[in-house]
């Protein structure tokens, strides 16, 4: 009896595996959908391609969009230009404070607005919701005036506690996790109260595990929120070893340096962490954001 060749098991394999044709519609919506995706990719594309480009290449009419070559002095200026390590360490610090402080408010607030009971319970959450309202651009200056009379800003460690006092708690975090623990059974919470838990043991050893994705979503956008100030750390620090990453980019736009490589690089150097933070932490945005939507 013959055996099979390798070609008729191929032409019987592929005789038995169906076929996946694309149909129109879905070519339309790829299209579509990769137009929609080259505004968003390519401020990112040239950020780092520019960081890279001659000067020239950067100032020709029109703009190339490839390098004619890779010229890495432009990286390395801007760390000549600023202390941009410095600035990079501050600018972490300034963010990770901020983000642990309001994540451990949030949740404390997102427990009581959700799950404890107390009188007016609603229009308490109401009030603390309207503090949305009210831009942030208003309550600056008196912020200034009170850090200012507290002697914060004679040292560096004052200058370091004056950026991140007034942002220690906010009403998205909290509005976010009390979404999310909305969802909560409260047949777990009864038979948790049965067996003796109390809040503190119930919050942080059922619910906080339980609630990872939205804490993980609120992390993310504190995180990320505090990473890209601009306004505020420019108000309050004195020079530019106590400024953050944000502020000492555009000092690379002054007179004295003028060059539109360190410009370039220099924003392509600021948005790596905020890159590496999207794409590794997207999964936990998109299930945070989504597990209190159906409340």
């Not at 109401?126 to 503090?131: H, L, N, V």
């Not at 400024?243 to 600021?270: C, H, M, P």
Request: with cysteine.
């Amino acid at each position: 009896m013959a055996e099979p060749t390798s070609s008729t098991v191929d032409k019987a394999v592929d005789a038995r595996t169906p076929r996946r044709r694309i149909s129109a519609g879905k070519i339309v919506v790829y299209a579509v959908l990769i137009l929609a995706l080259i505004p968003v990719i390519f401020p990112i594309y040239y950020a780092f391609v520019g960081s890279v480009m001659p000067g020239g290449d950067l100032a020709s009419s029109p703009p190339r969009i490839f390098p004619s070559g890779f010229h890495w002095s432009n990286v390395t200026g801007v760390f000549d230009s600023i202390p941009l390590g410095r600035q990079y360490l501050n600018s972490v610090v300034q963010a990770g404070i901020i983000t642990i402080a309001q994540l451990i408010t949030s949740i404390f607030a997102a427990y009581a607005f959700a799950l404890m009971p107390m009188w007016g319970r609603r229009y308490v959450f109401g009030a603390f919701m309207a503090t949305l309202m009210v831009p942030a651009e208003s309550i600056i200056i008196p912020n200034y005036l009170h850090i200012g009379d507290w002697h914060l800003l004679t040292s560096s460690f004052g200058v370091v506690v004056g950026l991140v006092l007034p942002f220690l708690a906010n009403m998205f975090g909290t509005f976010l996790l009390r979404q999310a623990f909305l969802q909560f059974p409260s047949e777990l919470r009864d038979a948790a109260t049965v067996d003796g838990c109390g809040h503190l043991r119930f919050l942080w050893r059922i619910l906080v595990p339980l609630a990872r994705p939205s804490i993980a979503a609120a992390g993310v956008y504190i995180f990320l929120t505090a990473w890209n100030q601009y306004f505020w750390p420019l108000l309050v620090t004195r020079s530019a070893s106590q400024q953050t990453l944000q502020i000492g980019i555009t000092q690379l736009r002054n007179a004295e340096v003028g060059d539109l490589g360190l410009v370039v690089a220099g924003a392509a150097l600021s948005v790596i962490p905020t890159l590496l933070i999207v794409i590794f932490g997207q999964r936990y945005i998109v299930r945070g954001l989504t597990a209190g939507a159906v409340r």
